[in-house]
């Protein structure tokens, strides 16, 4: 901030990070004539700053502005969690589950389409999602129901992450499928959640897409100046990256804690202290980037926790295996949806 004495007329630069921890009216004496300085300041400047008149946010304040105004992400978390409270109820029925489907029209109509694709073989066969689940099962069902809440969701265009429509869901598909081949590995009960945690790690780009896309010549430039990932410019230009305000935004959906905990930490499962879930989704995600399945331009600079595939088991034959796999999954399942 340029400062101006009134009294000798020297002009003086300070730094706007000193004038952080102040806001509103400030006096300084001039460093030349010892004359009274005095500067506006807004009225917070922890996390906040203008930028050609508007206010810019930064950090938690920003952060929080997101999480408060976000536009649900539609169906997924209400329907689908509703749908797992169900499952996990041990005195449910099919019945039940099935009405929890049908209160959203969309979704249920979503779901008899892909149950009659022929992906399950069983195109022209199954009339209600009540008939799905007993012909299908709870736990394909189940899957059927989070893949149809996600498709469309995450199968927008993202102009800010620069990811054509589909990018993402095809990229969050791989993960989704490497985590459960890797949970079936390393601890079966985890299968389902490393599957849930896959499918929905990169939610924190839906929601921070149009942000970036604002401020998308700042991201450039923080990107070009040295080897810099996509993720270190959100942290260094936003203050978070996708992950943690994912995290967040997961609390807010009720989605099952350690489930956010996988997403929040998927780009580095280090504060999870050695979380089998965290480290299942991390190296998921790592995988699809090395398959190319990738969602944005990082997939070069990708950071792979140096005791992920020891912690989890993995041999180099392992990872070659789950890339063909999953490369596979995708390409049926775009096909089916
Ligand atoms: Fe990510
Ligand atoms: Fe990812």
Partial sequence: MKIRCTACGRAYEIPDERLKAFSGTLTLPCPSCKAPITVELPQDTGGHAMEGGRERLEGDALKERILKTMKDLPAMPQVAQKAREVVANPSSSFKDLAMVIETDQAIAT??????NSPFYGLSGKISSVQHASVILGTKTLMEILNLACSSEILGQRLPGYDLDAGELWKHSLAVAAASRIIALKVDKALEQDAFSAGLIHDAGKLILDP?????????KAFVERGDKTFLSAEQGILGFDHARLAWDACESWRIPEHIARAVGCHHDPTPSNGD???????????VAMMSGIGAGLDGLLYTVHPDAARMLGLTPDDIGEIMGEIADYVDKTTQAY
């Fill in 276 to 286: 089998l879930l965290c480290f299942v989704v991390h190296m998921a995600d790592a």
């Fill in 211 to 219: 942000h970036i896309l604002e401020r998308k010549e700042e991201f």
């Fill in 110 to 115: 979503r779901i008899l389409r892909i149950a």
